[in-house]
Structure formats: structure tokens, C-alpha cells
């Protein structure tokens, strides 16, 4: 079992930065591949990153490559959302999960992960 909390969300104007955490219960963290999802009001929850269980592959959905970074700290137990230059289309509640799979496969498909956070809102500003 795998208890995720978000946290850094808020309400910014476009072109700033804000970094999203994800503190993740339990030892076996660093055995779990994580992404972040996000949800806007009316749209169906979509995939924006992932991080390999021990960091070193990243995915990136194409609408925020280049802007965004994932990145994690097993000793932490903490995965990371780095945003730059934010754009109000970034509105949405974020989400970060974890999947035990062992498997890239579907990684975009949010019910190949088993344990997800409650959600931090970001809303970005015009």
C-alpha cells in the first residue's frame, strides 16, 4: 500500500514557474515508476509526465516538453513536477501516481496505476 500526498499547487499568472511534490508512504518507493496526470473541469484526467522507478527515463506528454521536468528523490520518497513558463491551459488539478507494473506499457492510460494522490489545484492566470 502506497499513500500519496501533493503539495505546491496555487494560483499563478502565466510564465511563472511552480514546482508540484509528491510525498510517498511506505519502503517501497523506489521500486514504483510515478507520473503525473492532470484534470480539467469538464475534460477527462490526462497523462503530462512519468519517471522511471530508479529516475533515469522520463516521459512527457507533447503539450508540456520543454516547459516541464520530472524528476524524484528516492532517499525522500518524493517525486517532483518542475513547471516553467505556465500558460493558463495548464489549469487543472494535479495528480501524481504510482505504478507497479514494472512495464512502460500504457504508461499514458491513468488505470495502469494502482495508488494516486488527492489532487492539487494549479490555476493559472492570463
Known amino acids: 500500500q502506497v499513500q500519496l500526498v501533493e503539495s505546491g499547487g496555487g494560483l499563478v499568472q502565466a510564465g511563472v514557474s511552480l514546482r508540484l511534490s509528491c510525498a510517498a508512504s511506505g519502503r517501497t518507493f523506489s521500486t514504483y515508476a510515478m507520473g503525473w496526470f492532470r484534470q480539467a473541469p469538464g475534460k477527462e484526467r490526462e497523462f503530462v509526465a512519468r519517471?522511471?522507478?530508479?529516475?533515469?527515463?522520463?516521459r512527457y506528454t507533447d503539450s508540456v516538453k520543454g516547459r516541464f521536468t520530472i524528476s524524484r528523490d528516492n532517499a525522500k520518497n518524493t517525486v517532483y513536477l518542475q513547471m516553467s513558463s505556465l500558460k493558463p491551459e495548464d489549469t487543472a488539478v494535479y495528480y501524481c501516481?504510482?505504478?507497479?507494473?514494472?512495464?512502460?506499457?500504457?504508461?499514458?492510460?491513468?488505470?495502469?496505476?494502482?495508488?494516486w494522490g488527492q489532487g492539487t489545484q494549479v490555476t493559472v492566470s492570463s
Open positions: 501516481a504510482a505504478d507497479q507494473t514494472n512495464s512502460e506499457l500504457g504508461y499514458r492510460n491513468p488505470g495502469k496505476y494502482a495508488y
Open positions: 519517471i522511471t522507478a530508479s529516475g533515469g527515463g522520463t
